[in-house]
């Protein structure tokens, strides 16, 4: 079982419409949580962390579900300019220590259409 | 703000070449940086840890003698791919962390291919 898994897509959506992304993780210990966007050929960039208790910037929410070990993104009104794959990210634990390393999920791919 | 930059942003190099690859933090001091490597369709897979002024930490599977890492100061981290072969052709990027915080700052990625 791969320790951050996603479904990798794509979702092609309309333009204005919601979409929701889902990841779940395999290591009950991660304490931090990111979603991360990347462009086609350019780095990854923080899209916005993930807290305990949901969390909002303009139209993307980020929640957690710690007892499921689940993770969601929900985009409201999507734009054109929000087509790329967008990275599930858990931070990595060696028994219970935490080793500072980031583990990416595959990644979910949308494309926002006109 | 927390500015990476990785140099070359892309190189083509002859199989058998090594090829250096640089990493920066740029308005801020990272005391570890990591090295990652993208195949295309696939996520990124982290090669290895950098820690200023030690050995580099290489994940399973990673040769560190064929992917040589140095760490000389707070705010470079090199990665020199030695006698490279076309399956070494990748996009490497690297990233650096702020003391203090799990979130990484990743460079704008190298594109590498061995010909």
């Known amino acids: 079982r791969k320790e951050v898994e996603q479904d990798p897509g794509p979702f092609n959506v309309p333009e204005g419409a919601t979409v929701a992304f889902n990841c779940t993780y395999s290591n009950s210990a991660s304490q931090s949580f990111f979603w991360y966007r990347q462009d086609c050929r350019k780095e990854p960039k923080l899209l916005m962390s993930?807290?305990?208790s949901g969390n909002e910037d303009g139209r993307f929410t980020a929640q957690l579900n710690r007892a499921s070990q689940y993770i969601s993104l929900l985009i409201r009104d999507s734009k054109l300019s929000d087509s790329a794959t967008y990275l599930c990210?858990?931070?990595?634990?060696?028994?219970?220590?935490?080793?500072?390393?980031?583990?990416f999920g595959q990644g979910t791919t949308l494309q926002v259409k006109p | 703000g927390a500015v990476v930059s990785q140099h070359p942003s892309w190189v083509i190099c002859k199989s058998g070449t090594s090829v250096k690859i640089e990493c920066r933090s740029l308005?801020?001091?990272?005391?570890?940086m990591f090295w990652y490597r993208q195949f295309p369709k696939q996520s990124l897979m982290l090669m290895a840890t950098s820690n200023e002024g030690s050995k580099a930490t290489y994940e399973q599977g990673v040769e560190k003698d064929k992917f040589l890492i140095n760490h000389a100061s707070l705010t470079l981290s090199t990665l020199t791919v030695t006698s490279a072969h076309p399956e070494d052709s990748s996009f490497y990027i690297c990233s650096a962390r702020r003391e203090f915080s799990y979130e990484q700052y990743f460079g704008p990625g190298t594109r590498l291919t061995v010909t």
């Open positions: 993930v807290y305990s």
């Open positions: 308005d801020f001091q990272a005391t570890t």
């Open positions: 990210v858990v931070n990595s634990f060696r028994g219970s220590s935490n080793t500072g390393k980031l583990i």
